[in-house]
């Protein structure tokens, strides 16, 4: 069977892969760079410079670390040339694995056509045909333009043009305070710029828990990060060299840059799904647990399909709607019904590398309490970790959430060292129904941060009434 996979992000590129190994012909169609999102302008680059951010943070505090010397200064060229060089890295990795599964990849924009066709538009001009078994969508998305802002405005950025590094400005004005923007806030902050956040919401993070926003706010106010908390930005309009925002609450800001950082919204559109019977929710495609559309044989996943949009959320799809694409055709051929794989998202992890790093996953108490779970929680800090201590960042703490009796672990949050690492041994339990007393029983590496999270456990377990 042949599938055709259109997008070549994360949730495209994982999906292909997959569907080659399981032996479909397999035809890939990015009009851009293979990566997507992630590699491209999205996960990896900002990665990349939150990486030289903090080595700039660790120059200033060198006397507390025990060293002498100046604080280090950014060489943007170098800087680019640095982040260039992970994407490209990695951009070739994919590039080498695509050719070892003898995946076609064809550059170009790909059109869902006639009953099983699709029309590629290629890069280089021309046009071509490629019939498909199964279509998979990985569109991905693109940044939300606030419809009250001039976006063609010169010192109006988006995510795109922040990662681009097309300069550190002085004074830098920063549109929500979501996970994209404190990332940008705490590398433009650690550069040098005077960083402001407008986020609508009374708290930073909106939808995490409360404490846990609170700390990183905190810590970002003290790398000086100022915010306007429960406001918004009316308008935004240049004067002379500079950027004049007027917020709701009338308060005028100016800067050299407003950054719109608002997230990130589907871009499946105008690629021929509606003509061929695919239904859309608002700009997300629509699809059912096994990631199929209403068009028999066209799959969606990723960022095309809204939900969680994140690169390691958009790979799990993938390689699941590739195994449902394949068992799909083969029960259609064989006249009897597919069984198909879903994907679960209660044991995915979501993470902020900010400074400190934020991770979570399962539920806050609050939430195991609205779905009817009898739970407990427990806290360990940082403060008290030989790790954290020796690193120099002591700030933050774990918290986990357990089911009352069984200790079954069912929520953790993490803001601190390595937060962004450690989320995963929680994840597991949780997705393998471990109890919190089988983590906190395990031996953990000394030191360790992973010794806070055996802490909070072995307290956990204390107040769940658990054994092991």
């Known amino acids: 069977m042949r599938i055709v996979v259109l997008g070549g992000g994360p949730g495209g590129y994982s999906a292909a892969f997959e569907a080659a190994r399981l032996g479909a012909d397999v035809v890939l169609v990015e009009r851009d760079r293979l990566g997507g999102t992630c590699l491209n302008w999205g996960c990896v680059p900002t990665k990349a410079i939150l990486r030289s951010a903090h080595a700039v943070l660790d120059s200033r505090r060198a006397d507390a670390l025990g060293l002498a010397g100046g604080a280090l200064s950014v060489d943007l060229d170098a800087l680019v040339r640095r982040t260039a060089g992970v994407m490209d ?69 988006t995510s795109d043009d922040a990662v681009s590094l097309r300069g550190i400005p002085e004074r830098i004005l920063v549109i929500g305070g979501g996970v994209i923007g404190l990332e940008f806030a705490c590398a433009y902050a650690a550069f040098g710029s005077e960083v402001a956040v407008v986020e609508l919401t009374e708290q930073v993070l909106p939808g995490m828990d409360r404490r846990i926003a609170r700390t990183v706010q905190q810590a970002l106010e003290e790398l000086g990060v100022s915010f306007r908390l429960g406001d918004a930005v009316e308008s935004v309009e240049r004067a002379g060299e500079t950027m004049r925002a007027v917020l709701r609450s009338g308060e005028v800001l100016e800067s050299h840059v407003v950054l719109s950082a608002v997230g990130r919204v ?34 969606a996943v990723g960022d095309a399909i809204g939900g969680m949009m994140l690169a390691h959320v958009a790979e799990a799809e993938g390689r699941a709607a590739a195994r449902n694409a394949v068992a799909w055709h083969e029960a259609r051929v064989a006249g ?22 934020v991770a979570s996953v399962g539920v806050t108490r609050d939430a195991a309490a609205a779905g009817g779970i009898d739970a407990v929680q427990a806290v360990a800090k940082f403060t008290g970790n030989a790790r954290a201590l020796a690193e120099g960042e002591p700030e933050g703490f774990v918290q986990v959430v357990a ?29 393998e129904g471990l109890s919190v007393a089988s983590l906190g029983g395990a031996v953990h590496a000394h030191p360790t941060v992973s010794e806070t999270l055996m802490l909070a456990c072995e307290e956990a377990a204390s107040k769940a009434g658990a054994h092991r």
């Open 403 to 431: 089911e009352k009796g069984t200790g079954r672990l069912v929520g953790c949050q993490i803001v601190g060292p390595f937060a962004v690492e450690i989320v995963h041994e929680a994840a597991v339990a949780i997705r």
């Open 89 to 157: 890295e990695l951009r070739s990795q994919l590039e080498s694995t695509a050719r070892r599964l003898k995946v076609s990849l064809v550059h170009g924009t790909g059109r869902v056509g006639r009953s099983g066709v699709v029309e590629v538009a290629l890069a280089g001009g021309g046009s071509e045909s490629v019939t498909a078994d199964a279509i998979i969508v990985a569109a991905g998305s693109e940044p939300f333009r606030l419809p009250n802002i001039d976006h063609t405005l010169d010192g109006v950025w």
């Open 266 to 299: 589907p871009a499946a559109s105008g690629i021929g799904l509606e003509d061929a019977g695919v239904e859309f929710d608002r700009r997300a495609v629509k699809v059912d647990g096994s990631f199929a559309t209403t068009a028999p044989g066209i799959f």
């Open 336 to 357: 009897v019904e597919p069984a198909y794989e879903r994907v679960r998202y209660d044991c995915i992890p979501a993470c902020v590398y900010t400074f400190p790093n």
